[in-house]
C-alpha cells in the first residue's frame, strides 16, 4: 500500500466506529487508534484527521434519534456534539501525548481558492508545530444547498487541498464488492481499482447505518477527487483495532484506487 511511502496522510473516521448501533462510545477502539496515530508521527507522517461524530454524539448526549430530526434542528444538535467529540479526542490522544487541533469546514472553504489556499497554510503551520488537525464539516452553519453531507468527499477535498499523498477511508466495510456479500457468500471484495467506470459505480449503493450519512457512492465520488488530486485512497474496514497498523503490515485486506 502507498501509506509507508506518503509524507502527508488523511485518515477518515466513520461515526459508526465512534460510536455503536446501542449508542455506546467505541472508546476502546479510539484508544488503539490513538497508538496508531502515535506510531505514524514517530516515523514523521504529517497527519490529518476527518472525523464523522458530532451528531452522533449530540444525539446520544440529548437522546435523540438523528433519523427524525431536521436541518435547523440537527446543526444545533451538531454544536452541542463537536464538543462532546473534540473531548473525546482529548481525553483519549492526551494519553498518546498527541497535541490536536479543530478545523471545522464548509463547502465554499474547499472550492474557492483563496479559502483553499489559507486552509491549506493552516495544515501546513499545524504540521511544523507538532500538532494534528481534525477536521469535521460546520454542520451548525452550512445549509443543506452548501453542504457536503457527508465526510467522505470532505475528506479527499481535504486531501486535495493539503497536496496529501494518501487518504484512509475507515469505515464498517471493508471496500467494494463484486455482489452484496449480506445477500451472496460468493461476493468477493476488489482489491485494486485504477479506472472508476460505470461497471464500477453500478456496484456502489448508498446504504448506511443509524449514524452515518455516506454510504459507497460517496465513497466512489471521493475516490474520483482524489485520482483528479494525484492522491491514493483505500478503503478499509475500521472495526478492529489498530487498523492502521494491519495496513501498514499488509494483515489486512482492503480496497486501493490507485
Known sequence: MYLKDSKTVVIKIGSSLLINDKKIIREKWLSEFAKDIHYLKKIKKNIILVSSGAIALGCKKLKLSKKKLKLDKSQ?????????????????????????????????????????????????????????????ENDSIATSEIKYGDNDRLASRVAQISSADCLILLSDVSGLYSKDPKLDKKAKLIREIKNIDQNVEKLATNKTGEFGSGGMKTKIDAAKICQFSGCHMAIANGLINRPIQKILTKKYMYLVFA
Open 76 to 136: 444545533a444538535v451538531a454544536s452541542i456534539g463537536q464538543i462532546e467529540l473534540m473531548n473525546l479526542f482529548k481525553k483519549t490522544f492526551n494519553k498518546s501525548k498527541i497535541n490536536l487541533s479543530q478545523i471545522l469546514l464548509t463547502l465554499e472553504d474547499t472550492e474557492k481558492r483563496r479559502r483553499a489556499i489559507n486552509a491549506k497554510r493552516t495544515f501546513e503551520n499545524l504540521f511544523s508545530l507538532g500538532f494534528i488537525p481534525i477536521v469535521n
